[in-house]
């Protein structure tokens, strides 16, 4: 019975500890204004709800799998997948979860442990107070997408010549790699390195069955009809 109360009394004061450290940190209700100054900045246009269906699936298959899962449950699976990153490659893992990764863009923090502790839990203020699409919607407009294109509208026009709304898969997929190293992953400068990445944003919708496997060949196989830039 006295470890059980013991064991309790440590949950108990983690949790409050945990409270603390949430309420020293700054509030998340800007980050729809901090958003705007980002893609404002950059000449952009924002994308608002409803969200691009394709390119909604293919982001959140590639970067957060449990995206629409409990508020606390996606927060442990990133903080794992985040401590393994720092162990494997040592230094910043970067953001894990899309609502860290969006934490990480709004409201820049310094390297190591510390960081990524504030970054899980500014992830965790931006997912109570905001709903999941519109954290995915801010996502959207705050990445970089490579060759100038920052958020969806810009990289949906200026790689393909459409809106975000009429991306097909194959569009979609690759749009949906490239955040990750926008550089690296360049399609129209390293085609074959992007063409691996879009085929493992495939393999992740069919493994999280937002797409058949043949639907999955089909997109991987269409032709991208990449603009110049």
């Given at each position: 019975?006295?470890?059980?109360l ?8 983690l ?6 450290y ?5 509030g998340?209700?800007d ?6 100054a980002?893609v404002?900045?950059?000449?952009g246009?924002l994308?608002t709800l409803?969200?691009p269906?394709?390119l909604?699936?293919?982001i959140?298959?590639?970067e957060?799998?449990?995206?629409y899962s409990n508020v606390?449950v996606n ?12 162990v494997e ?6 953001g894990s979860?899309?609502?860290?990764q ?13 960081g990524?502790?504030?970054e ?5 203020k931006?997912?109570?107070v905001?709903?999941k699409?519109?954290?995915l919607e801010?996502y ?19 790689y393909?010549?459409?809106?975000p709304s009429?991306?097909?898969?194959a569009?979609?997929?690759m749009?949906?790699?490239l955040?990750?190293?926008p ?7 390293h085609?074959?390195l992007a063409?691996?990445r ?15 496997k043949a ?10 009809p990449?603009?110049?830039?």
């Open positions: 019975m006295r470890v059980v013991s064991l309790f009394g440590l949950l108990v004061a949790a409050a500890a945990s409270f603390g949430e309420l020293s940190l700054p998340v209700g980050a729809p204004a901090k958003v705007a980002i404002h900045s950059h000449h246009r994308a409803p969200l269906k394709k909604a699936k293919a959140v298959a590639v957060d799998e449990h995206f606390f927060v442990f699976d990133g903080a794992a997948r985040a401590a393994v990153a720092s490659r040592g230094g910043d893992p970067g979860t899309i609502a860290q969006l934490a990480k863009q709004l409201y820049p923090h310094g390297p190591g442990l510390a990524t502790l504030e899980i839990a500014l992830g965790v931006l997912s109570l905001f709903s699409p519109k954290i801010m959207l407009n705050a990445i970089y997408f490579g060759n100038g294109y920052w958020g969806v509208v810009q990289a949906a026009r200026g393909f010549g459409v809106s009429q991306l097909n898969w569009e979609a997929s749009l949906a790699g955040p990750q190293a550089s690296a992953y360049d399609p129209v400068h085609l074959r063409k691996e879009q085929h493992h944003v495939l393999d992740q919708l069919v493994d999280n069955h937002m797409l058949t639907r999955a060949r089909a997109a991987y196989r269409a032709r991208l990449l603009l110049a830039t």
